[in-house]
């Protein structure tokens, strides 16, 4: 059945190195979304895509990276410019009602 | 970016208790959504509202698009423990490149 995959579901990253994070949809969706969130915070948006081969900044994008070669994949690369990747990723996908198809998440830990 | 005020922020009831959460903004949306989140996993739709004035329910939980435009509650009726979770509002004004915008949460936790 159709839903949202995001590997893995843990991560350790040490300083000064790239991770990338996966995110894979089968719900024929034009539009996908990462999202970080912090302990106790609610979810701040990182970069989106509308449709493939095209992505925008969110509103806090730096350190972050993402291509969109596929409509199915929306990989997150977190960068060593990223000064403090610690947190929990969410990505989703739109829907053609306006709601949002959540992943369920991969936390990232700078060890 | 923007996000919308809900509150309370965070709330403690007991089991059988109604609850009421908020959530308001200083610009229209078109569209009202209501989301769940489990600790360690991602938010989950609850709740659809489509039209200003609109009440929907969902078993215990019923929803209320704000006349305005610019608000959107919550209510959850005979709270039970696995209501725990942190719980989100999110606004579409609409468009084909509109974005839905989130509320800061209001997390709730349930004793027995």
């Known amino acids: 059945d159709g839903g949202i995959t995001q590997s893995p579901k843990y991560l350790f990253r040490k300083e000064g190195q790239n991770v990338t994070l996966s995110c894979e949809q089968n719900?024929?969706?034009?539009?996908m979304y990462w999202y970080r969130q912090d302990p106790g915070q609610g979810l701040r948006l990182i970069y989106y895509?509308?449709?493939?081969?095209?992505?925008q900044k969110g509103d806090i994008a730096e350190g972050y990276s993402v291509s969109r070669e596929k409509k199915e994949s929306f990989p997150l690369t977190v960068t060593s410019a990223q000064k403090n990747p610690t947190a929990f990723y969410l990505c989703?996908?739109?829907?053609?009602?306006?709601?949002?198809?959540f992943g369920s998440g991969t936390r990232l830990t700078v060890v | 970016g923007q996000q919308l005020n809900q509150s309370p922020q965070s709330m403690f009831i007991q089991e059988g208790e109604d609850v009421s959460m908020n959530c308001t903004s200083s610009?229209?949306?078109?569209?009202w959504l209501w989301y769940k989140q489990d600790p360690g996993e991602g938010p989950v739709l609850l709740i659809a509202?489509?039209?200003?004035?609109e009440l929907t329910s969902n078993g215990r939980l019923t929803a209320q698009f704000g006349i305005t435009r610019k608000d959107s509650f919550l209510n959850i009726s005979a709270s039970i423990p696995s209501d725990v979770g942190i719980y989100f509002c999110?606004?579409?004004?609409?468009?084909?490149?509109?974005?839905?915008?989130f509320g800061t949460g209001t997390r709730l936790q349930v004793t027995l």
């Open positions: 989703a996908t739109g829907g053609g009602n306006g709601g949002y198809t």
């Open positions: 719900l024929n969706h034009d539009a």
């Open positions: 895509s509308q449709i493939v081969n095209d992505f």
């Open positions: 610009s229209i949306f078109n569209t």
């Open positions: 509202l489509y039209k200003a004035g």
């Open positions: 999110a606004g579409l004004r609409g468009g084909t490149a509109s974005k839905l915008t």
